[in-house]
């Protein structure tokens, strides 16, 4: 069952909005970084990428943003459709390739 | 990326029994794959690495004893959950880098009910 007060942060935005997905990382030393998709039921799919020598990368409608100072991550969705709506996790990638990954947000796409 | 897929993809089993679960790789050899247990509203938890021809590498706290891993071949790995109970009921995903070797690709999922 559910642990009481454990629950996916939400984000509910209107379709066509720009939708902005955050994270907050814990290891300062990390130099590779990965976003996840996950809807229902399905395993995460892989969305874009971003080691430490960036501060942007940019995807199909997807952009990814470093900011190391403050150890935080974020993905920007432009236009955001239903198709969207998913289970968000941004992961960091540590020695011998493992991940770590985030809380996860979930985001909801109003028509 | 890589393509990865698992069999069964859910599967209810009475307490006590075992499940073994399939993960494998369908275009190209993976001397790495990666078993994940996912608990409803929550992230992935690493349970294992699953090394090809070797032993796996299980996480604090994840018995491997119950948890058995076999990666027999570069294209398959598998997880067997041994005498199971409903509270490992669960979702389970195993992942495998791609041939980069960094960036992990996952399968859908297996999602267990232990009555």
């Known amino acids: 069952g559910e642990s009481v007060g454990l629950h996916l942060p939400t984000l509910s935005v209107q379709e066509g909005d720009n939708s902005i997905i955050n994270c907050a990382y814990s290891?300062?030393?990390?130099?590779?970084f990965i976003w996840y998709k996950q809807e229902s039921g399905k395993g995460p799919q892989f969305i874009i990428d971003?080691?430490?020598?960036?501060d942007k990368r940019q995807g199909q409608r997807v952009t990814v943003l470093l900011n190391k100072t403050v150890k935080h991550l974020s993905l920007q969705i432009a236009a955001t459709q239903p198709g969207d709506s998913a289970v968000y996790f941004c992961?960091?990638?540590?020695?011998?390739?493992?991940?770590?990954f985030g809380g996860g947000t979930r985001l909801m796409v109003k028509p | 990326g890589a393509v990865v897929s698992q069999h069964p993809s859910w599967v209810i089993c009475k307490s006590g029994t075992s499940v073994k679960i399939e993960c494998r790789s369908l275009?190209?050899?993976?001397?790495?794959m990666f078993w994940y247990r996912q608990f409803p509203k929550q992230s992935l938890m690493l349970m294992a690495t699953?090394?090809?021809?070797?032993?796996?590498?299980?996480e604090q706290g994840v018995e491997k004893d119950k948890f058995l891993i076999n990666h027999a071949s570069l294209t398959l790995s598998t997880l067997t959950v041994t005498s199971a109970h409903p509270e490992d009921s669960s979702f389970y995903i195993c992942?495998?880098?791609?041939?980069?070797?960094?960036?992990?690709?996952f399968g859908p999922g297996t999602r267990l009910l232990v009555l």
């Open positions: 275009d190209f050899q993976a001397t790495t």
């Open positions: 971003i080691r430490s020598n960036m």
């Open positions: 992942s495998q880098a791609g041939q980069g070797g960094e960036t992990q690709y």
């Open positions: 992961a960091e990638v540590n020695a011998g390739n493992m991940l770590t």
């Open positions: 699953s090394n090809e021809g070797s032993k796996a590498t299980y």
């Open positions: 290891n300062s030393a990390s130099d590779y």
